[in-house]
């Protein structure tokens, strides 16, 4: 049984995530932070980003194995890429206003990478498996643009 190379999509998102997500934690600046009423405990995020990221490794196996055309990898990979700079930049630079304009960038290339999943994904599986991490990301643009204008 040939095994696709391409399942290491699968972990890759959950161990970069993991391993940024590390950088960029939550200290004594944050928990200073004004917050809207909305916003979860801290041991709420990595619960649902590490859900979110086999979420999201596993759709990206589904969509890119039904292609041999790398150029359907540069979307997803810039995507991620987008996503994994959020903590170092919120954490780490503490730049708020930054921070939420790229919320908004993982949000729209978000839904680009769901547009592109469906020309390649005809069961739309990998669609589905997206549709919580989307609804996660319009969450997180709500809340880094209130970190950003209530401070």
Known sequence: MKI?????????????GSLIGNIGRPDGWYKKLKKP??????????????????????????????????????LPILHLLLNFSYSPMFFY?????????LTTLILITAFL???????????????????PYVIWLSFANYLSWSIYLIN
Do not use: C, H
């Open 4 to 16: 696709n190379p391409l399942i290491l999509f699968v972990p890759i998102p959950l161990l970069l």
């Open 37 to 74: 009423d909305f916003n979860p405990p801290n041991y709420i995020f990595p619960i649902v980003w590490t859900i979110l990221y086999l979420m999201i490794g596993i759709s990206f196996f589904l969509a890119l194995r039904k292609t041999n055309d790398i150029t359907y990898w540069i």
């Open 93 to 101: 630079f503490r730049e708020l206003l930054l921070s939420s304009i």
């Open 113 to 131: 990478v769901i547009y592109q999943f469906s020309i390649l994904d005809k069961s739309l599986i990998s669609i589905y498996l997206l549709i």
